[in-house]
């Protein structure tokens, strides 16, 4: 059952350009008394209506949720793990080219920031200037 912005709030399907402009047979047939009855009876049910389309919504967002986790290979760091930080196009060198590495550094995860969120920091110590996702990261062997 698929809800438009429209049929919340007006509680019907849109009728388009060329339905209006020509006599078709939806527009033909559609009687204003008769019309009217309808629209008050579905007004009265436009909350469960709502409610259902919710129900509906957070359902298929638990789906894919399962769906991603289930398939998704996370994997959480404790603080000291060695770590091999991606290298994105901001932090490329830009002389590396094609065939440059895709792992940097020799990284030591010094907190965890928040689920799946790292800061790092060198051999010598000195922390990265921002915090990394576990999607970035590596264990280093």
Known sequence: M???P???VYDSKALIPVEVGEATLRFSRANKEANNEALLLKLDFLEEHRDLAYVTMVAQKQRMERYYNRRANLRYYKVGDLV???VTQSTREVSAGKLGPTWEGLYRVSA???KGS???ENQDGVKLPSNWNVAHLKMYY
Request: glycine fraction near 0%; avoid cysteine.
């Open 2 to 4: 698929e809800e438009t």
């Open 6 to 8: 429209f049929s919340f």
């Open 84 to 86: 091999l930080r991606n």
């Open 112 to 114: 965890i920031t928040s």
């Open 118 to 120: 790292y800061e790092l």
